[in-house]
Nanobody, 124 residues
Framework: EVQLVESGGGSVQPGGSLRLSCVVS????????IAWIRQAPGKGPEWVSG????????YYADSVKGRFTISRDNAKNTLYLQMDSLKPEDTAKYYC?????????????????WGQGTQVTVSS
């Protein structure tokens, strides 16, 4: 059974930091690109960041570039998202997801499996 389990969300003030984790099981993690997606209340899903299978190449949406850092540990089957300089507009539920297609500078498109998500709230 494929499982992606996110953790690390919470409530922080603007300018604060959080580190999200996603533990993966049920497929060979090191063979796949993987992504972070978020969805704010009343809005559609938004791609945030992606990382190719070896972890060497990373991609970011313009809205988070320079503030968020994606990484992975293939030995631990774990994906991370370090989020710094958080803004109220970063408030959303964050999901890790496996893209169907390879990620590129245009994003990670098409997902065949998602986690249950972790809530991030940025508010003063």
């Amino acid at each position: 059974e494929v499982q992606l389990v996110e953790s690390g969300g919470g409530s922080v003030q603007p300018g604060g930091s959080l580190r999200l984790s996603c533990v993966v099981s049920g497929f060979t993690f090191r063979q796949f690109d993987i992504a972070w997606i978020r969805q704010a209340p009343g809005k559609g899903p938004e791609w945030v960041s992606g990382i190719e299978s070896t972890g060497i190449t990373t991609y970011y949406a313009d809205s988070v570039k320079g503030r968020f850092t994606i990484s992975r540990d293939n030995a631990k089957n774990t994906l991370y998202l370090q989020m710094d300089s958080l803004k109220p507009e970063d408030t959303a539920k964050y999901y890790c997801a496996r893209p169907i297609y390879k990620c590129s500078v245009n994003g990670c498109l098409g997902y065949d499996t998602w986690g249950q998500g972790t809530q991030v709230t940025v508010s003063s």
